[in-house]
């Protein structure tokens, strides 16, 4: 066997190799944040995120955050969000309003509900969801601890995520943490909102405090003071400010159409 | 039309090889136990219907019976029903004499795929009396001369020439007349149907009513009578028949696949397109099983149907059961509508319209019509009204969104709103605390309130249409009157309906929406969202 031809046909068993190794390694060293002009870098499509709280009772705040993600993602070729919830935990942890989601600033046409009867279900509705090509985003809103939801659950779904480049954001709750293969981790916490203004006794928009607790978004920061407009991400260096001095800022930075009282708007 | 006079024993003989053979049932009629059913022996014994148990038992000293159990016979009747559309799409049960034994089959159409009237007759009653039933079956133009001729004569073929003839010769219990007509008739001296038709018709219909000379009618074919088919007919399905019956999940599903492409193509030259497919699997043992799935969209794809039939077949769990198997399987489709071929490639869309109607169909299929929602705003205040949830391979989204007032509402609400513990610090003010699912809260801020009132709109009376109905008092012996149909629609309660809603906020900044239900001073409040 001559030697260039040997070469040859090494190369290409190494590139096959490096097929097979790299696939699953790829989809994790891909980049991403995707811009960075609001001063929070927004996290790329095709990624698995799990969303801690540590309770229940921040269902709104965890949802808010995911939900402002998702709109980011939302595209004319994929323009559907897919939440899944369990039926029994309905009552506990109430379901997205449309209305509510309109004053947010997300279009509730956009967002399917899924409501499965176990995990299993769930489980495979998520992975249904994210194969589909026209999905941005899907959100699990999982209470409770799930034995089913372990490593290898969590790895199919990131594996799923990247190959088809929709968001999976798990919502969980609770301060234990599981072993998972999730690309990024945020502990959520609700603070105090902004001022409102011509109205100082009234909650503002709302603010919250993001933690990464796993992956890299930008070097060395891993904490966030996150406030929702309908504009999009505002940030407070949380650490510098305290929350009065965050209050004392206008929550609007853009052009608002100016209100009369509370809710009239002047140009309608 | 298909007699089987001792079906129910039959049926319970085949079900329970244990029984006996002169088996009778009976029945609980005004504190008396009579018998109900009988099977071959105990009639050749002399027992009759209706007949005292007691007086049987005496009788027929080794008569085994059993209590009747009507619903369930009904229900394995009509599966056995169903089971006969393997041999005629059309079947029905006719109950105008009993509940079970009779079966009609309409075979226009369907003879030559049996090789004639004669062969598939023969092959239809052979094939029950394999089965242990006894039974006999005539093809005849019409249904009430099917039923006289199966009931009254010999097995045949009635040709129409000869119906006349055939009928003519039969007694008037032929024409499934009601006891009184029957005696009513016997008591003239008119005993066969030939001696009844040439009389003059006005007088009988004076004496016996109308009921007679349609029957009469329908018998002869004059007047046309109509069955109605136990299962819906499908214009267009594809089906297999087995040599060996299969029972295997995967071999059904991989049936269905095949069958779809076979439905497919032919709705691809007829360019059509269906919503609703349903897979049918006649099993040997006289039951049918049917699987139906529904697409938001006209389609024809045999990937997506398959794969739809895969996911409904995952939530049958432990319902599938192949019996001793399932010899044929057809595939049918409904709601059908135009869908032309459409062009792939270069000048498509890309909005993932398709492709979203493709997803919401196969979770649909898998997790329920109820588990796949989607919003839809109603133009109401009243927050739990202002949003409604809808299967989504129903409901095409709205345009356009829009809260027209700008109004703040949570991002998450309580299907249900929860009782909670405020405080005021000033009356009529703000809520300062709140006690929610046992944990105590401090409000800092909040804003309202936002009073939601009832919708006056809606009146308080009902729509009067006719003068209020005053129930009459019943004379003796006669059945007190029903109370007429008022439909219950939530009328408007001034009082009742009337909320203040606050946007509330702790010192930890979660934010809640609740809401005092009445008027200041009744301290009903309750928690109905939280907000982001």
């Known amino acids: 066997m001559s030697s260039p031809d040997r070469q040859q046909r090494l190369a290409a068993l190494r590139d096959t190799i490096a097929d097979i190794e790299r696939k699953p390694a790829l989809a994790e060293a891909r980049v991403m944040v995707r811009d960075l002009d609001a001063g929070f870098p927004l996290p790329a499509g095709g990624l698995l995120q799990e969303v801690f709280t540590d309770e229940r009772r921040h269902a709104g705040a965890v949802l808010g955050f995911t939900l402002a993600q998702a709109r980011s993602l939302l595209s004319p070729q994929r323009p559907a969000v897919i939440y899944l919830q369990l039926v029994k935990d309905s009552q506990e942890m109430g379901l997205p309003y449309g209305p509510g989601m309109l004053s947010f600033g997300f279009d509730p046409n956009a967002l399917v509900l899924v409501r499965a009867a176990n995990m299993v279900e769930l489980l495979w509705a998520a992975e249904e969801a994210l194969a589909c090509k026209a999905v941005a985003a899907v959100v699990a809103d999982i209470a409770g601890h799930q034995k089913i939801l372990d490593f290898t659950a969590s790895r199919r779904l990131s594996l799923r995520a990247a190959s088809a480049g929709s968001s ?89 159409p100016a209100h009369l009282a509370d809710r009239f708007p002047q140009t309608a | 039309m298909l007699y089987l006079p001792t079906w129910p024993t039959d049926f319970l003989k085949r079900r329970e090889p244990g029984l006996k053979a002169p088996l009778a049932l009976y029945e609980r009629i005004k504190g008396g136990l009579r018998l109900a059913a009988l099977d071959a022996e105990a009639g050749s014994a002399g027992l009759r219907v209706g007949q005292n148990l007691a007086d049987a038992r005496a009788m027929v000293s080794e008569l085994s019976v059993q209590e009747i159990n009507r619903p369930m016979l009904e ?94 010769g039969l007694p008037v219990q032929a024409l499934r007349l009601s006891p009184a007509q029957i005696a009513g008739l016997t008591q003239m001296g008119l005993k066969s149907i030939g001696q009844l038709r040439p009389r003059d018709r006005k007088p009988l219909q004076a004496r016996f009513g109308i009921s007679l000379l349609e029957r009469l009618d329908q018998a002869y074919g004059l007047l046309e009578e109509r069955m109605v088919p136990r299962i819906p007919v499908a214009e267009r399905y594809a089906e297999r028949r087995f040599v060996d019956p299969i029972g295997l999940m995967d071999d059904v599903l991989l049936t269905a696949h095949d069958l779809a492409i076979q439905l497919a193509l032919r709705l691809e030259t ?33 990937e997506h149907i398959s794969k739809l039939f895969a996911n409904r077949s995952e939530r049958l769990e432990g319902e599938y059961d192949a019996g001793f198997g399932i010899d044929m399987i057809r595939l049918a489709v409904s709601s059908v509508g135009a869908l032309d071929a459409v062009q792939m490639g270069a000048f498509a869309t890309q909005d993932g319209a398709e492709d979203l109607a493709q997803l919401h169909d196969r979770m649909t299929s898998r997790l329920g019509p109820l588990a796949v929602l989607r919003t839809q705003l109603v133009a109401s205040h009243i927050p739990e009204q202002a949003a409604r949830l809808v299967p989504a391979i129903v409901a095409e989204p709205d345009a356009k969104a829009q809260n027209p007032a700008e109004l703040v509402r949570p991002l998450r609400l309580l299907p249900v709103p929860e009782l909670v513990a405020i405080n005021a610090e000033v009356p009529d003010g703000l809520p300062a605390s709140m006690i929610w699912r046992r944990v105590g809260y401090r409000l800092i801020k909040a804003a309202g309130p936002e009073r939601l009132g009832a919708e006056w709109w809606r009146s308080g009376q009902r729509l009067q249409l006719v003068p209020p109905h005053v129930p009459k008092k019943p004379e003796p012996g006669e059945k007190p009157e029903k109370p007429p149909y008022i439909p219950q629609l939530v009328k408007f309660d001034a009082d009742a309906g009337t909320r203040d809603y606050y946007m509330a906020e702790d010192a930890e900044g979660r934010r809640f929406w609740i809401y005092r239900q009445g008027l200041y001073g009744e301290n009903h409040w309750y928690l109905h969202g939280f907000f982001a």
């Open chain 1, 168 to 256: 999976i954001f798990l919502l969980r709750y609770g301060t234990g943490r599981e072993a998972s293969a999730a690309h990024l981790r945020w502990r959520l916490t609700p603070t105090l909102s902004a001022r409102k203004r011509f109205d100082p006794f009234a909650p503002g928009a709302p603010y919250w405090r993001a933690q990464l607790e796993k992956g890299v978004l930008l070097k060395q920061q891993t904490e966030w003071l996150l406030g929702w407009t309908q504009d999009g991400f505002t940030t407070r260096d949380g650490a510098r400010r305290p929350a009065t001095r965050i209050a004392a800022e206008p929550p609007f930075s853009g052009a608002v």
């Open chain 2, 75 to 168: 229900a394995a009747f009509a599966d056995f029903a169903d089971w006969h559309s393997n041999a005629s799409p059309l079947v029905a049960v006719m109950r105008d004499i009993t509940q079970f034994g009779d079966l009609v089959l309409d075979v226009t159409g369907v003879a030559h795929l049996f090789g004639g009237e004669g062969p598939m007759l023969r092959l239809l009653l052979n094939r029950l009396r394999a089965l242990g039933y006894t039974v006999s079956g005539v093809i005849a133009p019409t249904i009430g001369a099917a039923w006289a001729v199966s009931h009254f004569a010999r097995n045949q073929v009635v040709e129409t020439g000869d119906l006349d003839t055939i009928l003519d």
């Open chain 2, 270 to 302: 007829e360019g059509l397109g269906g919503q609703a497919f349903h897979l049918f699997l006649y099993r040997v043992d006289h039951k049918v099983m049917t699987l139906s799935v529904n697409s938001a969209r006209l389609t024809r794809d045999p």
